[in-house]
Structures are given as C-alpha cells and as structure tokens.
C-alpha cells in the first residue's frame, strides 16, 4: 500500500474539521447533517446578492443581538457598525459621531455652550483647569487657571475621564455646581459654587508686543463667533497704530470655511477664496464679501505649523497667494478637503467629505505619506522655515521665548 503524503493527510484533516463546524449543529439537533449547505459558502444565491445594504446591517444585527452568547448594548452595536462604515472609506476626516462627540464637535464650531467657561485637562486628582474664560462664570466666581477639580457636586472625580468630568460641569444656565478645588499653596480643599451660563469661546486673543510696536492676535480655531472676536481684537490693534500684525495660527486645526471667507474680506474684497470641486466635477467658487475690507496696508505675517490645517490653511494661503502675508514657521497640514455635518437621530452625526477645495494660486495643497503615514509633501510652504525652539518654561505668544514669533517681529521691524 502507498502511504498517503502528510500535506495531503493535513489537507484533509483541515477539511474535515472545516466541515465538522457546519455539521455540529445539526447533530445536536437530531437532524440529518445538510452537507449541501457548504457548497453555498462565498456563493449567495441571486436573491442574496440582491439585498439591499440597510437590509444586511438589519439581518446581521438581529443575528448578533439573537444569538450571540453575551448580552449587548444596542446602541454600542449600532454606533460601532456606523463608524466601521466610515472608516471603510479610508478618509481620515470623515466620521461617525455619537451623541456625545457629536455634542462636543458642536461646541467647538458653535463656539458657544451653557456651563462655567473654562477648559480642562486630564489630572491624576481630576480635571486641571488650563484656561477660565474672562467675565465667564467660572471667572466671576473666583475660579482660577491651575485649580484642579477634584470633585463635583460632593462626588470625587479622581480618575474619572476628562470628557465625564465636563460632562457633569456642563448643564443648563441658571443652574448651579458645587467644585472641589485643589489650589497650589493652599492647604485645604476649596468649595466653589459656580452658577452656569451662556459661555462663547473666546478664540481670539490679542496684544501688543515689541514694547506696543506690533499688534499680535492669535486664532485657535474658526468656529461661528470667530469673525466677531476678530473684528474686536483688530479694532483694538489697530487703536495702538502698530508697525504690523502678527496672526497667529498654530495648531489652529480649522473651522467653519463662512467665518473664514468673512475674515479674509477685511483684507481682500470680492476675493477669491477657494474654488471647491464636488464628485460631479463642476467648480464652485467661495468669494471674500465686499464692503467690510479694513483699508490697512501694513505688513501681515502668519505663523504656521504643520497643526494649522483646513480653515486655517485657507486663511493663511489666500493672503499669502494675495501677496498681503508672509508665512513664517513650519509646513502646514495639507488638508484640503471640505465636509459637511449631517445630523443623525438620536443625537449622533456624521461629518463627511464632500469636496476638495483649491487655493487661488497655491492650488492643491493636498498632503501625501507614505506607507507608515509618515508626511511628504503638501500644505502650505512658509516663506521664512523656522523650527519652534521654546525656551524652557516659555510659552507660544512669549516675545522672550518663543522664536518664530521673535522672528516675526523682526522681519515686520527690518521688512526680511
């Protein structure tokens, strides 16, 4: 007799155990083991093959909440499908939100929320308070940057996620919360009721610097109540007739592109801003409005890096494409790409791609990587490339510390 080859006694050995998986429950039941079926496997039947997509997610999902061998949560099924299909399209910037993070996204386009006004950030206590919004609640109560809250409303919070903490702080204006306080160089904890209320993010910021010479206005992110608060710190600048103005957009990750065609009109009227291209292929055009420019024809320079993206990459590529900034610093994002929220029920959305967008001059500023995601090419190039070199215990916006700012100021002072 020929012995049989031990790969092909292994192969056989696989396709038995393959289709034991399929016989199994049929032998249990007492039923005639349906060989037949195997011969279905990666081959559906027309009718199959017909099944409209929201009808698979509803059979699949009444297959797991059925007969999986644990109990679910609905809803964590539901958002992790929801999000799997928006991975799937490989778009980094298109996403599912659940009702939580689409909460949070609201806040920070809005730029307005009821609670204390103030940001926060994880703590082994807590929640450090990194920033407490002028006149805010939290600032009219005597809350101060550096307090780290150690409880809410008489529960400890040690551990708790950051995002958890918020979540109990935050609530409805006209209502109030007690903090724990743990301050540096007091010994006891503090109580600290804060009545809550309507806060508005301040994202501008501005001041003057090089002994009042030069006006610098910094912009963390475009959200709805930007263009305002640009609007009044510009006017502020401009009340010390300063040599120029240095806008800062360092990790500025972007916004709303309205408010950022808003602001662009102050310098170019009528302007092209982007032109945005959907998958149908017709151009559409995005134009600075007329009649708001500010008249000012003083030296703007731009501090980049490779954190400001989308709005802020707008912003900064059509003054430079304009010939009205200079860009010093570092190469920005590369995202050049427009999305759209959609609101879903139930609280969820999602923010999807809906076209590509180019510049005036610098046309696509799209960001390429390679195979381990690690940057190539794209964003904006700064005309001056300066590394952030941060003086121990400095601060960005710190004339005596911070660099690329120092550098900005020189080359408004000296014109290069």
């Not at 034991?20 to 249990?28: I, K, L, M, N």
């Not at 996403?95 to 009821?114: I, K, Q, S």
């Not at 500025?252 to 592109?257: A, K, S, T």
Request: hydrophobic share 40%; with cysteine.
């Amino acid at each position: 007799m020929k012995k049989v080859p031990g790969f092909l006694l292994a192969i056989v050995g696989c396709a038995a155990m393959f289709s034991g998986g399929f016989v199994w429950s049929d032998v249990v039941s007492g039923r005639a083991p349906a060989f037949d079926r195997m011969n279905s496997i990666g081959q559906p039947s027309p009718a199959q093959a017909s099944f409209a997509p929201t009808e698979v997610f509803r059979q699949n999902f009444g297959i797991i909440r059925d007969h999986y061998a644990y109990n679910i949560n609905d809803d964590e099924v539901r958002y992790g499908a929801m999000a799997g299909m928006m991975a799937s399209l490989g778009d980094p910037h298109t996403m599912f939100f659940e009702p939580r993070l689409a909460e949070n996204f609201a806040v920070e386009t809005t730029g307005n929320f009821e609670g204390i006004g103030a940001r926060l950030q994880p703590n082994a206590l807590g929640a450090k308070i990194v920033t407490v919004f002028r006149d805010g609640p939290a600032d009219r109560a005597g809350v101060q940057g550096g307090d780290v809250i150690i409880s809410v409303d008489g529960e400890s919070v040690a551990g708790v996620n950051v995002d958890d903490i918020v979540s109990k702080v935050r609530g409805p204006a006209n209502t109030r919360v007690m903090l724990g306080i743990s301050r540096e160089g007091v010994a006891q904890p503090l109580t600290i009721t804060v009545p809550r209320g309507r806060v508005v993010v301040p994202n501008v910021e501005d001041k003057m610097v090089a002994d009042g010479t030069v006006g610098y206005i910094s912009i963390a992110q475009f959200s709805d109540a930007v263009s305002e608060q640009f609007d009044e710190s510009i006017e502020r600048v401009r009340r010390e007739n300063p040599e120029g103005i240095v806008i800062d957009l360092r990790g500025n990750p972007g916004g709303l592109l309205e408010r950022t065609a808003e602001m662009l009109g102050r310098f170019e009227e009528g302007a092209t801003v982007v032109t945005m291209r959907k998958r149908d292929g017709q151009p559409e055009i995005v134009r600075s409005p007329r009649g708001r420019s500010l008249r000012w024809e003083i030296p703007v320079v731009i501090l980049i890096n490779e954190s400001s993206a989308s709005a802020s990459e707008i912003f900064a590529g059509v003054l430079h494409d304009y010939n009205r900034a200079t860009l010093i610093g570092e190469h920005t994002y590369g995202k050049a790409s427009v999305q759209q929220v959609y609101p879903i029920r139930g609280g969820s959305g999602a923010k999807v791609t809906i076209a590509r967008y180019y510049l005036p001059k610098s046309s696509d500023i799209s960001r390429r990587v390679d195979g381990d995601g690690q940057y190539i090419s794209g964003g904006l190039a700064p005309d001056i490339e300066l590394e952030l070199d941060l003086k121990p215990g400095g601060s960005l916006g710190d004339e005596d510390s911070d660099n690329q700012l120092a550098r900005a100021i020189e080359f408004i002072q000296k014109g290069r």
